[in-house]
């Protein structure tokens, strides 16, 4: 396998790196590690000399806030967090300003929450703009706006950010450094023979299940988010790694194709950037469940959705929304751009497409959700 380690990595321009707030503060003395941001810097640095472009997804801005206003205990409130944040955004933004001017390299910041990315005109312009500062060799460094970002519009953890990072910025790596080695086969905290596993070419039941939850003072998420990002990586077709950013030059190893952390491999054909916003950079509204004729057309032929195979609606949402299709076993099967809004939808379902002028004195297509608007949600 390390062969095709080395022939995915020869293909990397452009990598996106999400750092930890384990990585970036230090408990103890409560601040930020300038020493670590400085080699981050050095190792950036060295992969732009090789043309490959960086993104930078950092967490830290509301652990920055926390130890400055010296908190022991991290709040919970919603207004408190969002307090924090604002506060430690800024320290954060000007360490990274700092560190990363002395080695010649430029930074901006782009705060970002789901809102930002569920609407396809948002996104792109997005999209355009990391384009503008690659063109201009700056660094982006990325994180989510959580001065604004209520329950509804967060992302849940930076490591789903750095996925749709990923995807926004058609990187061609997701790179996810941590304060430890790797995934491993057991929980290292719990059982010291835990096992480093150091490539990953499908995921299984067991994997996710060993996977810990476990969370730092100042962070989110721990491996199963970072299992959960594997998984939506493999399937976009783009190769991912987890890696301990303790180690000297760990980026620089990795993309020399070294067995450094774990490396995930894609599991399908790289989708286009449509389908790759349609299956994880908008919510969906509602839900329509169809019956097992229609969960075939869609997943084994291709095939768009027609409102005879629909069994029900569930949710509010307007014609032009996102919506999950769900299958026989209740598990989400695709998602797509609805044509019909939920109450339409409601009346015609299980029709046929010449019944549906009739019912609502009007058609607007044939099909509920074209192939074309729609991504198959497979699962490992």
């Not at 390299?105 to 970002?112: D, K, P, R, S």
Request: charged share 25%; with cysteine.
């Amino acid at each position: 396998m390390a062969l095709e380690r080395k022939q995915h990595l020869s293909k990397v321009k452009r990598v996106v790196i999400k750092i930890g707030s384990s990585l970036l503060t230090n408990t103890s003395k409560r601040t930020i590690r300038t020493g670590f941001l400085s080699h981050l810097a050095f190792q950036i640095k060295a992969l732009q000399q090789k043309n490959i472009q960086c993104v930078v997804v950092t967490s830290g801005a509301i652990a920055a806030g926390f130890y400055q206003l010296k908190l022991k205990e991290k709040p919970k409130e919603i207004a408190q967090l969002q307090a924090l944040a604002a506060i430690g955004q800024s320290n954060l933004m000007h360490s990274y300003v700092q560190t990363f001017k002395k080695k010649n390299l430029n930074v901006a910041q782009l705060l970002l929450t789901w809102d930002d990315l569920s609407q396809r005109s948002r996104y792109s312009n997005a999209h355009n703009t990391l384009n503008e500062l690659f063109r201009y060799n700056i660094v982006p460094v990325v994180n989510e706006n959580d001065t604004v970002a209520v329950e509804e519009i967060k992302f849940g953890d930076n490591d789903t950010l750095g996925v749709l990072v990923t995807h926004l910025s058609e990187s061609d790596l997701l790179i996810i450094l941590t304060d430890t080695d790797g995934l491993y086969d057991q929980d290292p905290h719990l059982n010291p023979k835990a096992r480093l596993i150091y490539e990953v070419d499908s995921l299984n039941s067991d994997i996710e299940k060993n996977a810990t939850s476990s969370k730092s003072l100042v962070g989110t998420g721990g491996m199963q988010s970072k299992v959960k990002s594997a998984k939506r990586m493999m399937q976009s077709g783009i190769p991912m790694v987890i890696a301990n950013g303790k180690l000297k030059n760990v980026l620089t190893r990795i993309l020399n194709a070294e067995t450094v952390g774990t490396f995930f491999y894609p599991t399908h054909l790289k989708m286009n950037s449509r389908k790759r916003w349609l299956a994880w950079g908008v919510k969906s509204n509602g839900e329509i469940r169809v019956d097992e004729g229609a969960q075939k057309a869609i997943c084994d032929k291709g095939k768009s959705l027609l409102p005879g195979g629909i069994r029900s609606v569930e949710g509010n949402w307007s014609a032009g929304d996102v919506v999950k299709i769900i299958g026989v076993e209740n598990q989400e099967i695709a998602k797509g751009v609805a044509n019909y809004s939920s109450s339409d939808l409601d009346l015609i379902k299980g029709l046929k497409t010449e019944q549906i002028s009739q019912k609502l004195g009007r058609k607007s297509a044939d099909e509920v959700i074209h192939r074309d608007n729609m991504v198959k949600m497979d699962y490992f």
